[in-house]
T-cell receptor
Framework: AQKVTQAQTEISVVEKEDVTLDCVYE???????LFWYKQPPSGELVFLIR??????QNEISGRYSWNFQKSTSSFNFTITASQVVDSAVYFC????????????FGTGTRLKVLA | EPEVTQTPSHQVTQMGQEVILRCVPI?????FYWYRQILGQKVEFLVS????????KSEIFDDQFSVERPDGSNFTLKIRSTKLEDSAMYFC?????????????FGPGTRLTVL
């Protein structure tokens, strides 16, 4: 069965610290897609990144970077030099498409960045 | 930048009443979705919709729920007879193509409170 585990319920860091949010997934499919979404206090879900199972290259976007490792079924997210505006709940999600339409979300990690 | 919109932002209703949640997906998108998030919990898939048909639904999406695209722009979720446990944030999402090969973009959500 498909599953996404975000073991870190809540993380607190001081501004400018680096922080890594963990995501471990389970799937039997060889084709799947992984996502990260940010949910700020206002409640909306903001898309951050999509990665397919055939692309294990790490990605960097500004202060954000993602480390995808199929060998450990992990898709971790690192924020470098965190800022107060990064405070949010971050969700990792899995899609086994094509053929299915749903995303399976993890339980989320609440990140608090303290000034 | 195009975005998914949802109305109302907050709906309060009495148990047993019918509610309709409205969404306007991104205009060139063809696939539409509803998810819900009970307070403090993970986001859960309800249903996906394409070409005026339900393409996939979860166990949560029982006979009390229905979806419709009444015109060329709106996408609605109806709950026929609300229960206390239906209280949640409901997110609409849309994607240009089928979920597995494309990113779902989420609206800001409608918070439903059932009293």
């Amino acid at each position: 069965a498909q599953k996404v585990t975000q073991a870190q319920t809540e993380i607190s860091v001081v501004e400018k610290e680096d922080v890594t949010l963990d995501c471990v997934y389970e799937t039997r499919d060889t084709t799947y897609y992984l996502f990260w979404y940010k949910q700020p206090p206002s409640g909306e879900l903001v898309f951050l990144i999509r990665r397919n199972s055939f692309d294990e290259q790490n990605e960097i976007s500004g202060r954000y970077s993602w480390n995808f490792q199929k060998s450990t079924s992990s898709f971790n997210f690192t924020i470098t030099a965190s800022q107060v505006v990064d405070s949010a709940v971050y969700f990792c999600a899995l899609s086994e498409g094509p053929g299915t339409y749903k995303y399976i979300f993890g339980t989320g990690t609440r990140l608090k960045v303290l000034a | 930048e195009p975005e998914v919109t949802q109305t109302p932002s907050h709906q309060v209703t009495q148990m047993g009443q019918e509610v309709i949640l409205r969404c306007v997906p991104i205009s060139n998108h063809l696939y539409f979705y509803w998810y819900r998030q009970i307070l403090g919990q993970k986001v859960e898939f309800l249903v996906s919709f394409y070409n005026n048909e339900i393409s996939e639904k979860s166990e949560i999406f029982d006979d009390q729920f229905s979806v419709e695209r009444p015109d060329g722009s709106n996408f609605t979720l109806k709950i026929r007879s609300t229960k206390l446990e239906d209280s949640a944030m409901y997110f609409c999402a849309s994607s240009e193509r089928a979920s597995g090969t494309d990113t779902q973009y989420f609206g800001p959500g409608t918070r439903l409170t059932v009293l």
